[in-house]
Protein backbone atom coordinates (compact mmCIF):
# COMPACT_ATOMS: atom_id res chain seq x y z
CA UNK A 1 0.00 0.00 0.00
CA UNK A 2 1.31 3.01 -0.99
CA UNK A 3 1.30 5.51 2.21
CA UNK A 4 3.10 8.54 0.72
CA UNK A 5 -0.09 9.16 -1.82
CA UNK A 6 -3.77 8.91 -0.61
CA UNK A 7 -6.39 9.41 -2.84
CA UNK A 8 -10.55 8.76 -2.30
CA UNK A 9 -13.71 9.25 -4.32
CA UNK A 10 -17.02 9.70 -3.37
CA UNK A 11 -19.54 9.10 -6.22
CA UNK A 12 -23.04 11.24 -5.76
CA UNK A 13 -26.83 10.15 -5.60
CA UNK A 14 -29.65 11.76 -5.15
CA UNK A 15 -30.45 15.50 -6.78
CA UNK A 16 -26.65 16.18 -6.77
CA UNK A 17 -25.91 13.77 -9.10
CA UNK A 18 -28.06 15.33 -11.97
CA UNK A 19 -25.16 18.04 -11.92
CA UNK A 20 -22.32 16.35 -10.19
CA UNK A 21 -21.17 12.80 -10.98
CA UNK A 22 -18.35 12.54 -7.70
CA UNK A 23 -15.98 14.46 -5.08
CA UNK A 24 -12.75 13.49 -4.52
CA UNK A 25 -9.86 14.31 -2.14
CA UNK A 26 -5.88 13.86 -2.57
CA UNK A 27 -3.09 14.18 -0.41
CA UNK A 28 0.62 13.48 -0.94
CA UNK A 29 3.20 13.13 2.55
CA UNK A 30 5.90 15.27 3.36
CA UNK A 31 8.50 12.81 3.13
CA UNK A 32 7.33 12.08 -0.75
CA UNK A 33 8.69 12.57 -3.62
CA UNK A 34 6.36 14.12 -6.30
CA UNK A 35 3.72 12.21 -7.55
CA UNK A 36 2.75 12.05 -11.18
CA UNK A 37 -0.88 10.81 -12.04
CA UNK A 38 -2.79 11.11 -15.22
CA UNK A 39 -6.35 12.19 -15.05
CA UNK A 40 -8.27 10.10 -17.71
CA UNK A 41 -11.05 12.23 -19.63
CA UNK A 42 -14.47 11.05 -19.45
CA UNK A 43 -15.96 14.34 -21.50
CA UNK A 44 -16.59 16.13 -18.46
CA UNK A 45 -15.18 19.32 -16.71
CA UNK A 46 -14.40 20.26 -13.05
CA UNK A 47 -12.34 21.83 -10.49
CA UNK A 48 -9.83 21.22 -7.81
CA UNK A 49 -9.41 23.09 -5.15
CA UNK A 50 -5.91 23.59 -3.44
CA UNK A 51 -5.70 23.77 0.24
CA UNK A 52 -2.04 23.45 0.78
CA UNK A 53 0.91 22.70 -1.69
CA UNK A 54 1.10 23.20 -5.45
CA UNK A 55 0.03 20.87 -8.40
CA UNK A 56 1.25 21.44 -11.92
CA UNK A 57 -0.89 20.66 -14.69
CA UNK A 58 -0.77 21.32 -18.50
CA UNK A 59 2.77 22.99 -18.14
CA UNK A 60 0.90 25.47 -15.56
CA UNK A 61 1.73 25.37 -11.96
CA UNK A 62 -1.30 25.75 -9.63
CA UNK A 63 -1.04 27.06 -6.06
CA UNK A 64 -4.09 27.75 -3.09
CA UNK A 65 -7.54 28.50 -4.57
CA UNK A 66 -10.26 27.03 -6.94
CA UNK A 67 -8.89 25.89 -10.42
CA UNK A 68 -10.91 24.96 -13.29
CA UNK A 69 -10.51 21.82 -15.43
CA UNK A 70 -11.96 21.79 -18.87
CA UNK A 71 -13.35 18.66 -21.02
CA UNK A 72 -10.05 17.37 -22.25
CA UNK A 73 -9.78 15.20 -25.68
CA UNK A 74 -7.21 12.93 -24.25
CA UNK A 75 -5.61 12.14 -20.95
CA UNK A 76 -3.56 14.48 -19.17
CA UNK A 77 -0.69 14.19 -16.15
CA UNK A 78 -0.77 15.96 -12.75
CA UNK A 79 2.19 16.34 -10.86
CA UNK A 80 1.67 17.08 -6.71
CA UNK A 81 3.79 18.33 -4.53
CA UNK A 82 5.08 16.72 -1.14
CA UNK A 83 2.74 18.16 1.45
CA UNK A 84 -0.14 18.65 -0.85
CA UNK A 85 -3.80 18.77 0.08
CA UNK A 86 -6.47 18.60 -2.14
CA UNK A 87 -10.13 18.30 -3.29
CA UNK A 88 -11.93 18.54 -6.44
CA UNK A 89 -15.94 17.83 -8.13
CA UNK A 90 -16.81 16.36 -11.64
CA UNK A 91 -19.60 17.70 -13.63
CA UNK A 92 -22.09 15.53 -15.18
CA UNK A 93 -20.96 15.41 -18.93
CA UNK A 94 -22.57 18.47 -20.61
CA UNK A 95 -22.66 20.54 -17.83
CA UNK A 96 -20.55 23.35 -16.42
CA UNK A 97 -19.89 25.77 -14.44
CA UNK A 98 -21.58 28.42 -16.73
CA UNK A 99 -24.94 26.90 -15.72
CA UNK A 100 -24.58 27.92 -12.21
CA UNK A 101 -24.38 31.72 -10.95
CA UNK A 102 -21.96 31.03 -8.12
CA UNK A 103 -19.08 29.78 -10.12
CA UNK A 104 -19.70 32.97 -13.37
CA UNK A 105 -16.37 35.18 -13.37
CA UNK A 106 -17.56 37.31 -15.64
CA UNK A 107 -17.29 40.80 -16.02
CA UNK A 108 -20.70 42.53 -14.28
CA UNK A 109 -21.62 45.98 -15.29
CA UNK A 110 -24.91 46.43 -13.83
CA UNK A 111 -24.45 47.12 -9.46
CA UNK A 112 -27.32 44.18 -8.98
CA UNK A 113 -24.76 42.01 -11.06
CA UNK A 114 -21.39 43.82 -9.07
CA UNK A 115 -23.35 42.42 -5.80
CA UNK A 116 -24.31 39.15 -7.41
CA UNK A 117 -20.60 38.32 -8.42
CA UNK A 118 -18.99 39.57 -5.09
CA UNK A 119 -21.41 37.09 -3.05
CA UNK A 120 -20.20 34.36 -5.46
CA UNK A 121 -16.56 35.21 -4.93
CA UNK A 122 -17.02 35.30 -1.18
CA UNK A 123 -19.23 31.47 -1.29
CA UNK A 124 -16.32 30.11 -3.15
CA UNK A 125 -13.82 31.96 -0.77
CA UNK A 126 -16.41 30.62 2.26
CA UNK A 127 -15.73 26.96 1.02
CA UNK A 128 -12.16 26.83 0.77
CA UNK A 129 -12.21 28.21 4.55
CA UNK A 130 -14.46 26.07 5.49
CA UNK A 131 -12.71 23.14 3.85
CA UNK A 132 -9.33 24.30 5.42
CA UNK A 133 -10.91 24.28 9.20
CA UNK A 134 -12.56 20.83 8.51
CA UNK A 135 -10.68 17.83 9.84
CA UNK A 136 -9.30 15.96 6.71
CA UNK A 137 -11.71 13.00 7.64
CA UNK A 138 -14.96 15.59 7.17
CA UNK A 139 -13.75 17.59 4.38
CA UNK A 140 -15.46 15.58 1.08
CA UNK A 141 -18.70 15.90 3.63
CA UNK A 142 -18.17 19.56 3.86
CA UNK A 143 -17.46 20.03 0.12
CA UNK A 144 -20.60 17.89 -0.78
CA UNK A 145 -22.57 20.05 1.90
CA UNK A 146 -21.44 23.19 0.24
CA UNK A 147 -22.21 22.04 -3.23
CA UNK A 148 -25.52 21.19 -2.41
CA UNK A 149 -26.74 24.44 -0.78
CA UNK A 150 -24.82 26.60 -3.92
CA UNK A 151 -25.74 24.59 -7.71
CA UNK A 152 -29.49 25.80 -7.21
CA UNK A 153 -29.86 26.00 -11.34
CA UNK A 154 -32.31 25.84 -13.71
CA UNK A 155 -30.44 23.51 -16.01
CA UNK A 156 -32.92 20.82 -17.17
CA UNK A 157 -32.44 17.41 -18.93
CA UNK A 158 -32.77 18.47 -22.59
CA UNK A 159 -31.93 16.58 -25.57
CA UNK A 160 -28.21 16.16 -24.96
CA UNK A 161 -27.76 15.52 -21.24
CA UNK A 162 -30.68 13.23 -22.05
CA UNK A 163 -28.82 11.44 -25.07
CA UNK A 164 -25.44 11.30 -22.41
CA UNK A 165 -27.49 9.38 -20.08
CA UNK A 166 -28.57 6.50 -21.99
CA UNK A 167 -25.61 6.47 -24.38
CA UNK A 168 -22.52 3.72 -23.50
CA UNK A 169 -19.69 2.35 -24.99
CA UNK A 170 -21.28 -0.17 -26.60
CA UNK A 171 -24.44 1.94 -27.79
CA UNK A 172 -25.89 2.24 -31.76
CA UNK A 173 -26.67 5.67 -31.55
CA UNK A 174 -29.27 5.01 -34.06
CA UNK A 175 -30.90 3.52 -31.20
CA UNK A 176 -30.89 6.06 -28.94
CA UNK A 177 -32.01 8.51 -31.58
CA UNK A 178 -35.66 6.79 -31.81
CA UNK A 179 -36.11 7.56 -27.72
CA UNK A 180 -35.45 11.13 -28.29
CA UNK A 181 -37.12 13.86 -29.50
CA UNK A 182 -33.95 15.50 -31.58
CA UNK A 183 -32.65 13.60 -34.14
CA UNK A 184 -28.48 12.52 -34.51
CA UNK A 185 -27.71 15.75 -36.75
CA UNK A 186 -28.82 18.14 -33.85
CA UNK A 187 -27.25 16.06 -30.93
CA UNK A 188 -24.35 16.29 -32.79
CA UNK A 189 -24.36 19.76 -33.22
CA UNK A 190 -24.90 19.71 -29.35
CA UNK A 191 -22.05 17.96 -28.55
CA UNK A 192 -19.97 19.73 -30.46
CA UNK A 193 -20.72 23.13 -29.15
CA UNK A 194 -21.04 22.08 -25.51
CA UNK A 195 -19.00 19.58 -25.00
CA UNK A 196 -16.09 19.79 -28.21
CA UNK A 197 -16.58 16.60 -29.86
CA UNK A 198 -18.47 14.25 -31.61
CA UNK A 199 -20.77 11.22 -29.79
CA UNK A 200 -18.79 8.95 -31.51
CA UNK A 201 -15.84 10.26 -30.07
CA UNK A 202 -17.43 10.30 -26.69
CA UNK A 203 -17.72 6.44 -26.72
CA UNK A 204 -13.86 6.24 -27.81
CA UNK A 205 -13.22 7.85 -24.17
CA UNK A 206 -16.07 5.61 -22.89
CA UNK A 207 -14.67 2.64 -23.97
CA UNK A 208 -11.04 3.59 -22.41
CA UNK A 209 -12.85 4.38 -19.03
CA UNK A 210 -14.40 1.01 -19.17
CA UNK A 211 -11.36 -1.20 -19.93
CA UNK A 212 -9.39 0.77 -16.91
CA UNK A 213 -11.97 -0.06 -14.63
CA UNK A 214 -11.64 -3.82 -15.69
CA UNK A 215 -8.29 -3.59 -15.30
CA UNK A 216 -8.72 -2.15 -11.31
CA UNK A 217 -10.73 -4.94 -10.67
CA UNK A 218 -8.55 -7.11 -11.98
CA UNK A 219 -4.91 -6.02 -12.64
CA UNK A 220 -3.71 -9.42 -13.59
CA UNK A 221 -6.57 -9.88 -16.38
CA UNK A 222 -6.35 -11.21 -19.93
CA UNK A 223 -5.72 -7.93 -22.22
CA UNK A 224 -7.53 -10.10 -25.22
CA UNK A 225 -10.51 -10.63 -22.95
CA UNK A 226 -10.75 -7.69 -21.22
CA UNK A 227 -10.32 -5.87 -24.91
CA UNK A 228 -13.43 -7.34 -25.94
CA UNK A 229 -15.14 -6.93 -23.02
CA UNK A 230 -14.42 -3.27 -22.77
CA UNK A 231 -16.25 -2.88 -25.98
CA UNK A 232 -12.72 -3.17 -28.67
CA UNK A 233 -13.11 -5.33 -31.50
CA UNK A 234 -9.42 -6.62 -30.55
CA UNK A 235 -6.72 -6.07 -28.49
CA UNK A 236 -5.06 -4.26 -31.12
CA UNK A 237 -7.91 -1.61 -31.39
CA UNK A 238 -7.51 -1.01 -27.69
CA UNK A 239 -3.63 -0.39 -28.02
CA UNK A 240 -4.09 2.11 -30.55
CA UNK A 241 -7.05 3.76 -28.33
CA UNK A 242 -5.00 3.44 -24.98
CA UNK A 243 -1.83 5.17 -27.00
CA UNK A 244 -4.03 8.11 -28.61
CA UNK A 245 -6.69 8.72 -25.62
CA UNK A 246 -5.14 7.41 -22.89
CA UNK A 247 -1.00 8.39 -23.71
CA UNK A 248 -0.08 4.73 -22.49
CA UNK A 249 -0.57 1.42 -23.70
CA UNK A 250 -3.04 -0.66 -21.70
CA UNK A 251 -0.16 -2.71 -20.59
CA UNK A 252 1.68 -0.24 -19.08
CA UNK A 253 -1.46 0.88 -17.23
CA UNK A 254 -1.93 -2.33 -15.64
CA UNK A 255 1.48 -2.59 -14.55
CA UNK A 256 0.51 0.72 -12.44
CA UNK A 257 -2.59 -1.79 -11.05
CA UNK A 258 0.09 -4.37 -10.17
CA UNK A 259 2.50 -2.75 -8.34
Known amino acids: MDTTFDFRLMHLDGPLSQHVQAVWSASVSSCSQPVNKPLFSDGASGAFIILKGEVTYE ?6 GIHWVSVQKQAQFI ?3 P ?4 LGFRFQPGISKEHFSVFRQSEATKNSEKQEVTANQQGIKGLISRL ?3 AQTDQLTVLCQWLQQHLKSD ?6 THFIRHIDHK ?6 EQQLPLSLRQIERQFKSQIGF ?3 YYQRLMRIRAAIQLIKQNPSANLVDL ?10 HMNREFRQLARMTPKEYQATKKV
Open 59 to 64: QGIYQQ
Open 79 to 81: TMS
Open 83 to 86: ELLM
Open 132 to 134: SEA
Open 155 to 160: VIENGL
Open 171 to 176: AELKGI
Open 198 to 200: TPK
Open 227 to 236: AIEAGFSDQA
